[in-house]
């Protein structure tokens, strides 16, 4: 990806604060194609549509890779850091089966 | 994370649909950091902020690989797919220094 | 609001770009309302929520009215000049009950 | 905008979970009008831009006056409302030409 940017010489537009709203930009796209649906049809997506949902997970990684790389984050242990924290935060035996936010206990 | 939810029963808020809510909405907390800084700010960030942005990428990146799973989608897989598809799109040659959407082309 | 920004000398900050990354951001707080309900229970919210949602509602609001007067745009007439727009690309007759992108018809 | 909804049958769709879903999609298109440009030319947009701008705070402004209506939450009275709050949350005195949050001071 930075050899991409740089052979199109896109690494001037690639601040975080731009690469930021292109992230969510993309993860826009992925909202649109499940607003209209049911919980129920999210779950089974016809193939045609499951390939256009395919394509915009692809655009998130691809931008959230990126900002990680210009901000110098391993984004892999920064999600794993992340996941000991929510263990802690969410302890399975008071949580089950409620979505109340963490803060909220 | 499969196991992180199940032990919380929460599996059945994980939809597709609840999921991409989830993603905008912490991609969001990231444009958040960076709304009022500058381009050149948002890439000297002070280390407490640092930190912050680097767990909010950790939880996108989280809720993607959720969505990815839930949908049985190879995330690593779409991405190398999706950058031929931008490569073609793109070609180096046309649209260096440009940020021109391809469609504009 | 126009004047709320300048008492604090934050009209340096408001360029529409930021505006833009203020007003999804609040969006996506109103979306986190929402990401675990039911459709059904986001019909049927307890007052307290309400409360609460009103707040990100009113938030959306005026960041969308702070960028429309920093772009000089009547935001009630492109509203209106898109409704007219929007009753011709989905005529009423044709589109019945069915929630496909026009661009599908 | 209710009969708009009506004539198409499409009042099953709206509800709040999914207008807010809605919203933040076509909020994602006005961030995607920024991303690549500097904040400076994010003021002085050519007039064609600025019309394809104005569609999408239209979109905003059409799926925010909905959900409100949905939610029987009178717009207006909330955004005032909201503005008082923010007028004590951020003392002009205190806050003079700092974007940090309330939060922090």
Redesign the interface.
């Known amino acids: ?1 930075r050899s ?1 940017a740089e ?4 690494d ?2 690639h ?4 690469l ?6 993309e ?17 089974q ?1 016809p193939s045609e549509k ?1 390939k256009e ?3 915009e ?6 931008y ?2 990126r ?2 790389d ?2 110098n ?1 391993d ?1 892999a242990q ?2 794993s ?3 000991d ?3 802690k935060k ?1 302890p ?1 035996a008071q ?3 409620s ?1 109340k936010k963490y803060t909220e206990y």
Request: without cysteine; aromatic residues 8%; glycine residues 2%.
């Open positions: 990806m991409f052979e199109r010489d896109w001037q537009f601040t975080p604060k731009n930021s709203m292109a992230l969510i930009a993860s826009a796209e992925l909202v649109e194609h499940f607003q209209w649906l049911t919980e129920e049809q999210s779950t997506l499951l949902v395919e394509e997970l692809a655009d998130v990684l691809i959230l890779v900002i990680a210009k901000l984050v984004l920064a999600a850091r992340k996941i924290i929510n263990e969410y399975a949580v089950r089966g979505a």
